[in-house]
């Protein structure tokens, strides 16, 4: 089975703070995603990354950045953290074999909250 | 642009009784589609997708969902729900074959009754 596995369950940091959030697959999947989740708007692409140190924006990447220096590990950084960005995050990813036909593999997410 | 809409933010069925969740969504060609539940401080598990072929999908935990195109519609349903089965549910749409990327709907939170 495939494993993703997000460090942290919850966080509490502070505003200003850069936060850093990992997230590791263990099936040498190529695309990894970041979302973020908030009651009554679903999940919400922030970034994704294609192959290592390649990435691409998603819906809201803004205050948002991301780093993949290798294929198995996916990090989301968040600037200088505000209290709007408390939310749940959650990661993902998917070996497409040519094909957009596969499953995303979800972490547990991490719940985090800007004091 | 491509979206997906679950009307139903919230329902309440009765342990026992059938359940269908809602799913419309907007995209010009054949999608492929999801059904995924989350239970409360989890991550998204995959129920059944849609790619091609019969419209009826079978899924685990005994749910199973209709690709109706003349409706753009991709419902969930189950003949008998557990109490188990409360969570939040989310449809979704993969509206480019090659980067795996979903759009996702609003998500419906579903209440058993027992």
């Known amino acids: 089975d495939v494993k993703v596995t997000q460090s942290s369950r919850y966080l509490v940091k502070r505003t200003g703070e850069k936060v850093f959030l990992e997230c590791v697959q263990d099936m040498d999947h190529e695309n990894m995603f970041w979302y973020r989740q908030d009651p009554g708007l679903g999940l919400r692409l922030i970034y994704f990354s294609y192959d290592v140190k390649m990435k691409e924006k998603g819906d809201i990447p803004e205050g948002y950045s991301v780093s993949r220096e290798k294929k198995e590990r996916f990090s989301l950084i968040l600037e200088s953290a505000s209290t709007n960005q408390t939310s749940m995050y959650l990661c993902a990813s998917i070996g497409l074999q040519g094909n957009g036909n596969q499953p995303q593999h979800f972490g547990d997410g991490t719940r985090l909250s800007i004091l | 642009a491509q979206s997906v809409t679950q009307p139903d933010i919230h329902i309440t069925v009765s342990e026992g009784a059938s359940l269908e969740l809602r799913c419309n969504y907007s995209y010009g060609a054949t999608p492929y589609l999801f059904w995924y539940v989350q239970s409360p401080g989890q991550g998204l598990q995959l129920l059944l997708k849609?790619?091609?072929?019969?419209?009826l999908v079978q899924g685990i935990k005994g749910f199973e969902a209709e690709f109706k195109r003349s409706q753009s519609s991709f419902n969930l349903r189950k003949p008998s729900v557990h109490w188990s089965d409360a969570a939040e549910y989310f449809c979704a749409v993969a509206p480019s074959s090659n980067t795996g990327k979903l759009i996702f709907g609003q998500g419906t939170t579903l209440q058993v009754k027992p």
């Open positions: 849609y790619f091609s072929g019969d419209t």
